[in-house]
């Protein structure tokens, strides 16, 4: 663990400073992720077109969102392994700018019209896309057991206000690329480079003291105590609900996740195969963006009060609603695809902080980070996963089968949940 400074000691004897540290913790998380968010929207809402307008094909277009959440999977291994040896400060922030760096990359990559540099700039950005997500875990180190989900929901809720700015930009950032010599599909791409530059210069400056660092501190304190006094130092987490409670979490993320980047990734391209143009698609890429970012604050409290296995439950139905609609309402329809996007957005956020605050739960802060980063890695993976089959899938069989893909692998985190509630029934 890095060394702390001997000024550090007053958060680690008083709860009013632990608390004061929090709370700045949190204010400097949602300034970071305002901007993270704007960085995200770009992929989601451009990659495929990209991709798609350089090798005219929509069989591989499902390629760029499978590179970047590629590319998020390693970044997401190593911010975890930065964040668990050195803080979050230096993960966060070398993933942030990381991402910014791929952004410039796919700029270029689209002046130039070279498929293959595009493809590793894509790689890149993704670090931007897991360092995001990642960053939902800086707010839970010094919360209460309690108030761990509503934590995760403020970083998440903080996202929206970038996230679905993007989308809604793409036009504008398009005149701005078109009268700079810039092809117009690469303009988000400016804006995303900037945003997460942004985000991880305001960590790196502000983030200080932090607070994986000082948790880790009072661990260690409270362990030494325990250890003088005869008593169990493994108690802040359950040994024997803890292999579990990670898997299940893992399981939630990762399910959750493949179903929305599957269905989101190739939304853009059945939408302008229905005569959409990028205006529409932006607007309901931003509805969708703003569903899985918004509900945070309000999911979060449901998930403490309530508790991680009802919530998950509400997620699968919601995902799987989402699915039904996606697969039978009309393409041209902008009003039912923007509410069967909406739902997809409100599933998965329902999903992501259930199942985050199930990972949060089961580890200790000894190797949390680390666990964190590598559940992330799957998450990913998955993601990636998802976003080069969905586009073979709708090559070859439809949008719709797709869409009722994703509503079958939604259910399955119903037995995941009753197989996790039957290994400790006082759990989540």
Do not use: C
């Amino acid at each position: 663990m890095k060394k702390l400074d001997s000024s550090f000691n007053k958060y680690i004897d008083s709860e009013k400073m632990q608390e004061k540290l929090y709370k700045r913790t949190l204010i400097i998380i949602v300034i970071s992720q305002t901007f993270g968010g704007a960085g995200l929207a770009a992929g989601i809402t451009v990659g495929a077109l990209i991709a798609q307008d350089m090798m005219q094909t929509t069989s591989y277009a499902g390629l760029p969102a499978a590179l970047f959440t590629l590319g998020s999977a390693l970044s997401a291994f190593l911010v975890g392994r930065l964040s668990q040896r050195y803080g979050r400060r230096s993960g966060l922030s070398f993933g942030f700018i990381t991402g910014g760096i791929g952004a410039i990359g796919v700029i270029f990559a689209t002046i130039s019209g070279n498929i293959w540099f595009l493809f590793l700039a894509l790689f890149v950005y993704g670090a931007g896309t897991s360092t995001n997500l990642q960053a939902r875990y800086a707010g839970t180190d010094l919360a209460s057991e309690k108030n761990r989900a509503t934590s995760v929901s403020i970083a998440m809720v903080a996202t929206t206000f970038g996230a679905v700015a993007g989308p809604n930009l793409v036009t504008p950032m398009g005149h701005v690329a078109t009268a700079i010599g810039i092809p117009p599909l690469a303009g988000p791409f400016i804006l995303a480079a900037v945003a997460y530059i942004l985000a991880g210069l305001t960590l790196l400056i502000y983030l200080r003291p932090d607070p994986l660092l000082i948790a880790k501190a009072i661990a260690e304190k409270q362990e030494k105590e325990d250890n003088d006094n005869g008593l169990d130092t493994d108690r802040f987490v359950n040994p024997e609900q803890s292999r579990a409670g990670v898997i299940a979490g893992a399981l939630v993320l990762v399910l959750s996740h493949v179903i929305m980047v599957a269905i989101m990734t190739m939304t853009p391209i059945h939408m302008q195969n229905h005569g959409a143009g990028l205006t529409a698609v932006g607007i309901v890429i931003g509805l969708h963006v703003a569903a899985m970012y918004l509900p945070s604050i309000i999911t979060g409290r449901l998930v403490d009060k309530f508790g991680r296995y009802k919530m998950v439950i509400a997620s699968a139905i919601t995902l799987a609603l989402s699915g039904v609609m996606a697969a039978f309402v009309p393409g041209d329809s902008l009003f039912w695809v923007a509410i069967s996007l909406i739902l997809l957005g409100i599933g998965w956020n329902f999903g992501l902080i259930s199942g985050t605050a199930m990972v949060v739960d089961s580890t200790n802060i000894k190797t949390r980070a680390k666990t964190q980063g590598s559940v992330d890695i799957w998450v990913a993976l998955a993601g990636s996963a998802g976003s080069l089959s969905s586009g073979m899938i709708v090559a070859f069989s439809g949008f719709g089968l797709l869409a009722l893909v994703g509503t079958f692998i939604s259910l399955l985190l119903i037995p995941v949940m009753i197989w996790i509630h039957l290994q400790d029934k006082h759990s989540y």
